[in-house]
C-alpha cells in the first residue's frame, strides 16, 4: 500500500484508551484509508494497493506516525501481506502487528460518508458554524492539506434556513486533491 508522504492520518485518531477502536486508521481493502475521534473523520486515498492487499485491517496510529517517510521519500509504503504491517524507514525495518479481530472500526462511518459524499455534490452551501479550531487544523494535516492550500467547508442550505445554524457533521474537503473529511460543529453561545 502506497500513501503520499505529507498525510497525517493519525491525527484524526483519538487517544482516549475507553474507545480502543478509535485508535486505529482503517483500510477498507480498496483505495481509502479512515479515520476518526468521534468528533472528526478524515478518508484518504491510497494511491496504490497490491493485489494480495485486499483485506479491510486496522493499523495502528502510532505505527503510522513512526513509519512517516524521511524528506527524501516521496510516499510512504505499508506491506500488510504479512500478518502485519511493516515499512522501512531511514534503512530500519519496522512493524506492528494487528488488532486483536474483536475490535472493530464503527460501522456507521459508511452512512456518514455517503451523507457527506451526496453533500459535496451538491453546489449551494453557506456558512454559519463553530468550529474547534484545534480539530479543523488536525483534520487539514490528515488530509494532506499544507499551509499554502486552502480547506473548503460544505454545508446543507436546508439545514442552515430551518435552524438558522448547522447541527450534523460538516464534509471538509481540500483544494488540489481528492481526499476528504467530517467535522461536527461545536456549540457557540
Request: glycine share 6%.
Amino acid at each position: 500500500m502506497r500513501i503520499n508522504r505529507t498525510c497525517k492520518i493519525w491525527k484524526a485518531t483519538s487517544k482516549d484508551e475507553l474507545r480502543e477502536s478509535l485508535q486505529y486508521v482503517y483500510f477498507d481493502g480498496k483505495d481509502k484509508l479512515v479515520a476518526t475521534d468521534g468528533n472528526i473523520m478524515a478518508v484518504v486515498k491510497v494511491l496504490e494497493v497490491e493485489k494480495d492487499e485486499d483485506t479491510p485491517r486496522l493499523i495502528s496510529a502510532d505505527f503510522l506516525k513512526s513509519s512517516r517517510p524521511t524528506a527524501k521519500q516521496h510516499y510512504l509504503e505499508i506491506n500488510l501481506n504479512s500478518g502485519s504491517a511493516t515499512t522501512t524507514r531511514g534503512g530500519f525495518a519496522l512493524s506492528c502487528s494487528f488488532p486483536d479481530e474483536k475490535i472493530k472500526f464503527p460501522l456507521g462511518y459508511k452512512k456518514i460518508l455517503a451523507a457527506a459524499k451526496k453533500l459535496l455534490i451538491r453546489k449551494k452551501h453557506k456558512f454559519v458554524v463553530g468550529l474547534d479550531a484545534k480539530l479543523l487544523k488536525n483534520l487539514a494535516d490528515a488530509l494532506d492539506c499544507d499551509i499554502n492550500s486552502h480547506v473548503f467547508l460544505h454545508f446543507d442550505k436546508k439545514e442552515l434556513y430551518k435552524t438558522g445554524t448547522c447541527l450534523g457533521h460538516i464534509p471538509v474537503t481540500v483544494f488540489g486533491n481528492d481526499n476528504f473529511g467530517i467535522i461536527m460543529p461545536v456549540r457557540v453561545n
